[in-house]
């Protein structure tokens, strides 16, 4: 599994595994412990986690979830220290320490509190997306 096979859906908590297409949506199941199953139709917002990237003041004006989840992997091991009742400067703080060029004024607070959630629930429910990655990154 990579970062092409989960999702969020608008308006719902957490993440969501994509099993498969159907011919009015997709059909998703939760990466929690309960592992409900969720058919998303036409009409609600499915975005892929590939597909998402955090605004930055460089050239390129964004840098991919998928990279930024890797750093944060490599800096904090799991334990980022913030969650969702942190304070707007800790929070902040913690996503500077991990992407120090970050757009301050495009990234919103609950950005970075829904980066931190979703960290931690692919670091539970499928760390092994972290390793693949890191591991590939280091032999390229």
Same mark, same amino acid.
Do not use: C, H
């Given at each position: 599994?990579?970062?092409k096979d ?11 595994? #994509?099993? !498969? ?5 997709? #059909?998703?199941?939760s ?7 969720l ?23 964004? $840098? ?25 400067? $800790?929070?902040?703080?913690?996503? !500077?320490s ?6 301050? $004024? ?7 509190? !829904?980066?931190?959630?979703w ?13 693949e ?8």
């Amino acid at each position: 599994m990579n970062f092409k096979d989960i999702a969020t859906v608008a308006g719902k908590p957490g993440l969501y595994k #994509i099993l !498969k297409p159907t011919r009015s949506g997709v #059909i998703l199941e939760s990466l929690d412990e309960k592992k409900a199953k969720l058919v998303a139709g036409m009409s609600m917002r499915v975005s892929i986690l590939s597909d998402i990237s955090i605004y930055t003041m460089t050239e390129e004006g964004a $840098e991919p979830l998928e990279s930024v989840m890797k750093k944060i992997e490599a800096e904090y091991k799991g334990d980022t220290g913030v969650d969702a009742s942190s304070s707007d400067a $800790e929070l902040r703080a913690f996503l !500077k320490s991990v992407l120090p060029e970050f757009d301050q $004024e495009r990234v919103y607070v609950s950005d970075i509190k !829904k980066l931190n959630a979703w960290y931690q629930i692919i670091r539970k429910s499928i760390p092994e997306v972290l390793e693949e990655t890191n591991e590939t990154e280091k032999e390229a």
